[in-house]
């Protein structure tokens, strides 16, 4: 059963476009949505965050839009460059004793070509 | 440098053989996670270690067998691995959870793992 599902798998966009990544979850018990960055050889990095309180969150070309009756977020990364190919997971969170736990969606593979 | 370093990078065993992957963050979490990457599959979580609690992920075969030392070291034990079991295998630290916590999660390189 997938909590998080990610679409599109792959996404081409022009350099200068708005690449749009969109996620829904099942789950009501997740209280946090990051968004990792992950590079070709390396491990996936925190990208962007928010939390259900809040509908939309902006940091840089970055903005994450949430909407918490549909159980649904998106990334939009604005002005796409080619240094932003990379692939992109959601994920959501709930909280253990003493940890946290993440559930992610399948990637999405961000090609922005010149 | 991420701060997790995870060795060896890249490995390749039998199925009969015996290894371990290992972990070590400089953070100073006391949070460790191992997560599988396979292609086309979400990252799966595997095993969790914090000073609360240890969380197995019940799907997780036994021929994966995680040992955490101490807050600042992880190890993948492996053993009878199948085909299959080839893939990316992630470690990651985190902050103790709590109110001020961020839920942050930092990845290490990985150890691409091939068994033949």
């Known amino acids: 059963q997938q909590q998080v599902k990610q679409s599109p798998q792959s996404l081409i966009v022009q350099k200068g476009g708005i690449s749009i990544i969109n996620c829904a979850y099942e789950?009501?018990?997740?209280?946090?949505f990051p968004w990792y960055q992950q590079f070709p050889g390396k491990g996936p990095a925190l990208l962007i965050a928010?939390?259900?309180?809040?509908s939309e969150k902006k940091e840089g070309r970055f903005t994450i839009s949430f909407n918490k009756s549909a159980k649904q977020f998106s990334l939009h990364i604005m002005d796409s460059q080619p240094g932003d190919s990379a692939t992109y997971f959601c994920?959501?969170?709930?909280?253990?004793?003493?940890?946290?736990?993440?559930?992610f969606g399948k990637g999405t593979k961000l090609s922005v070509i010149p | 440098e991420t701060g997790v370093t995870q060795t060896p990078r890249h490995l390749v065993m039998g199925m009969t053989n015996k290894k371990s992957l290992k972990c070590e963050q400089h953070?100073?979490?006391?949070?460790m996670y191992w997560y599988k990457q396979s292609a086309k599959k979400p990252l799966e979580l595997m095993f969790v270690?914090?000073?609360?609690?240890?969380?197995e992920n019940n799907s997780v075969p036994s021929r994966f067998s995680p040992e955490c030392p101490n807050s600042s070291h992880l190890f993948l034990h492996l053993h009878t691995l199948q085909p299959e079991d080839s893939a990316l295998y992630l470690c990651?630290?985190?902050?103790?959870?709590?109110?001020?916590?961020?839920?942050?999660?930092?990845f290490g390189e990985g150890s691409r793992l091939t068994v033949l």
């Open positions: 990651a630290s985190s902050q103790p959870a709590g109110p001020r916590g961020t839920g942050e999660l930092f």
């Open positions: 789950n009501t018990a997740f209280d946090y």
């Open positions: 928010i939390r259900p309180d809040v």
């Open positions: 994920a959501a969170r709930t909280r253990g004793a003493g940890s946290y736990q993440l559930t």
């Open positions: 953070l100073g979490h006391n949070a």
């Open positions: 270690y914090s000073l609360e609690e240890r969380v």
